[in-house]
């Protein structure tokens, strides 16, 4: 199988001709326009009500709870909330500007599936084909057996069937998750194998990592369970050997330059680099950087700039990210370009874990792309209604989406080790209980 980076150049020359005529987004007669700031009653919304998101983010500060919070609501695609507060690095006494750039992590993880949607839509695959359909390596999946932690020695067995693409979107693959594994067998099994969990500074291949992590046992048969893992990385990969093109020039192409999304990368270019906020924790009652772990704290700035994880390795802003949950609220489309169907964002919204995530009195479910609010978790309060998509990020970004009141909402952080946190979920309350119409 060919490595797609390397006919870079090939593509380079032959994408420059072929660009008016390549797949991608079409042109609609809707015509959505771009997100712009727009006063808070001209939506339904409170002004004095919104007023309530500075006093929490105020005291967070005050309190140390956090070093700074970027905060966006938007409704009926326009911003009516667009502020910062506290410091991107206190360490260099850098205040938060709204349009600083975030490491946003697993929020990764849906614009990739948007991206894979994308090709489905092209009729490049089924969503039930096996992933060792498009890169053979997945062939014959095996379960672990048993394991010894004084070698990290294992046994394996084989699984009852293959890993699908519907199982890597919804996280039902078995597949595991290194580093931030809750099952610590695989967590020595990942760094044995040298899997690159989501961040690298090193000259490491997305393909390379991928053709290692289909070689590792599974927590558990495909379909079978819900565990959180690294199958949006390995689709990240598919989209690379499905489009021809490397994953990060596809979504540069097809998504980011098309929407706008300037500010959104997996390395930041020289001239963002600045706006880049510190990853902090509190030592001693005092804001410092995070210390490395498992990522590298010069990424995305610096290194080999080689590897894009499709399900951590992205940062960007939170204008940037509230324009991709538009296209969302749109049912596809944004500025008269159809990015896609809106039967396909059915698709994607719907249930695909059915009761996998904790029975069916859950409070959520899980789609191809995002964890979805059913009518349990909507009748607790403060979540948004039914429907609502959301997820986050491991360096304590979040954000959600509300179909049905038309509402996003992003809280953008770079923090670790933090205990008393609470803005998250206030956040939301705080959002819907701003409607007013």
């Excluded at 490595?3 to 007669?29: E, N």
């Excluded at 929407?259 to 990368?265: I, Q, R, S």
């Excluded at 989406?401 to 770079?414: F, N, S, T, V, Y």
Aim: glycine share 10%.
């Amino acid at each position: 199988m060919f490595s797609p980076r390397a006919i870079i150049p090939v593509l380079v020359i032959g994408l420059v001709g072929l660009a008016p005529h390549m797949p991608g987004q079409t042109t609609c007669p809707k015509q959505s326009p771009p997100l712009t700031e727009a006063a808070p009653e001209s939506v339904g919304m409170s002004s004095d009500r919104l007023a309530r998101i500075d006093k929490m983010c105020e005291k967070a500060v005050a309190d140390a709870d956090i070093p700074g919070v970027v905060a966006l609501v938007a409704r009926h695609g326009k911003i009516v909330y667009y502020k910062s507060f506290g410091m991107a690095d206190n360490e260099s006494k850098r205040e938060l500007k709204r349009d600083d750039i975030f490491r946003i992590a697993s929020q990764t993880k849906a614009i990739t599936a948007t991206a894979v949607m994308m090709l489905w839509e092209e009729g490049k695959f089924r969503l039930d084909d096996p992933i060792s359909k498009y890169i053979p390596e997945f062939k014959n999946p095996q379960l672990l057996k048993s394991f010894e932690f004084a070698t990290t020695n294992y046994t394996i067995e084989p699984g009852k069937s293959e890993i699908t693409i519907r199982q890597l979107m919804n996280h039902t693959s078995g597949i595991g998750y290194g580093a931030i594994d809750g099952d610590e067998r695989f967590r020595l099994i990942y760094r044995k194998a040298g899997i690159i969990d989501a961040f690298t500074t090193e000259p490491v291949s997305i393909e390379e990592n991928i053709k290692r992590l289909a070689k590792l046992p599974l927590h558990h048969n495909p379909g079978e369970h819900f565990t959180y893992s690294e199958g949006l990385d390995v689709l990240g990969y598919l989209i690379e050997v499905l489009s021809g093109m490397p994953f990060d020039v596809f979504l540069r192409k097809r998504l980011f330059d098309p929407l706008g999304m300037n500010d959104t990368w997996f390395y930041l270019p020289e001239e963002k680099a600045g706006r880049l906020v510190a990853v902090q924790t509190n030592k001693e009652g005092k804001w410092v950087r995070y210390p490395a772990g498992f990522y590298d704290p010069d990424y995305p700035i610096k290194g080999a700039r080689r590897f894009c994880s499709g399900g951590g390795g992205l940062s960007g802003s939170a204008k940037d990210y509230a324009t991709f949950l538009q296209v969302y609220l749109n049912g596809g489309e944004l500025g008269g370009k159809r990015f896609l169907s809106r039967t396909t964002v059915d698709t994607i919204l719907a249930n695909q874990t059915g009761d996998l995530m904790g029975g069916k009195d859950a409070d959520h479910y899980f789609s191809l792309a995002f964890e979805v609010l059913t009518k349990n978790g909507q009748d607790k309060g403060g979540n948004g209604t039914i429907g609502t998509f959301d997820w986050g990020g491991y360096f304590n970004t979040s954000y959600f989406a509300d179909p049905h009141e038309q509402i996003i909402g992003i809280l953008m952080k770079q923090t670790q080790g933090t205990t008393t946190d609470s803005t998250q979920s206030m956040f939301r309350q705080l959002v819907m209980q701003a409607i007013d119409d």
